[in-house]
């Protein structure tokens, strides 16, 4: 299995737990995305990797978001204090290369299906 | 910033006819342009991509042409079969001023019949 593997693949919180969800990128992968898509629609940007570094959070819609890569591999999404609008898809993917300067393709995990209740 | 919009869905055609499924996008950069497909039960996975403009992508049957001039990138295939059922998502990405990260349009629908 050299694919993007996330867990769990469905979660079900009730309003004001916490939850955290986990990405394996591609072994070697240098650049990791968090996406979340809400049913309906395309998958929005949430927060960019390179390597442990995280670039880029602009996507995330709140404080009760944070994302971590501590060794630059296998990445971790927590939700605090969840709540009904907090429910979607959340969606990893890496690619190879850094972002910048190089058109790279991104290999997408099966997504972990968050319902809020 | 940028953004995507494309074609509403749901499509639903017959086997063998042909398929058009428009995106426009806005963007500040110089965008690569991509066609993912989502099915039933599976993850996002690349179909084809384009990174200037003039540029064919082509994979499985399907092709889209990035145009500039009308900033465009549809995605056509010329007869379409049962199996090609699923959801389709343009997306565009522009390494240069967001370090890759996608903007993806709200996905179209596609249901062929036998």
């Known amino acids: 299995g050299a694919g993007v593997s996330q867990s769990p693949r469905y979660k079900v919180a009730k309003r004001g737990q916490d939850v955290a969800l986990r990405c394996d990128p591609i072994?070697?992968?240098?650049?990791l995305f968090w996406y979340q898509q809400a049913l309906g629609q395309g998958p929005e940007f949430l927060t960019y990797?390179?390597?442990?570094?995280?670039?880029?959070k602009s996507g995330l819609p709140s404080d009760r978001f944070f994302a971590e890569r501590p060794e630059g591999s296998v990445s971790t999404l927590k939700i605090q204090r969840t709540q009904q609008e907090d429910s979607a898809v959340y969606l990893c993917a890496s690619s190879l290369r850094r972002g910048l300067s190089t058109v790279n393709e991104q290999f997408f995990g099966p997504g972990t299906r968050l319902t809020v209740l | 910033g940028n953004s995507v919009t494309q074609m509403e869905g749901p499509v639903t055609l017959s086997e063998e006819a042909f398929l058009t499924i428009n995106c426009t996008y806005t963007?500040?950069?110089?965008?690569?342009l991509f066609w993912y497909v989502q099915y039933p039960g599976e993850g996002l996975q690349l179909l084809l991509k384009?990174?200037?403009?003039?540029d064919k992508g082509s994979n499985k049957g399907f092709e889209a042409t990035y145009r500039k001039e009308t900033t465009s990138f549809h995605l056509e295939k010329g007869s379409v079969q049962v199996s090609d059922s699923a959801v389709y998502f343009c997306?565009?990405?522009?390494?240069?001023?967001?370090?890759?990260?996608?903007?993806f349009g709200d996905g179209t629908t596609l249901t062929v019949k036998p």
């Open positions: 963007a500040t950069g110089y965008p690569s």
């Open positions: 072994s070697g992968h240098v650049s």
């Open positions: 997306a565009l990405s522009d390494p240069r001023t967001n370090a890759g990260k996608s903007t």
């Open positions: 384009a990174t200037k403009a003039d």
């Open positions: 990797f390179q390597n442990e570094a995280q670039l880029d």
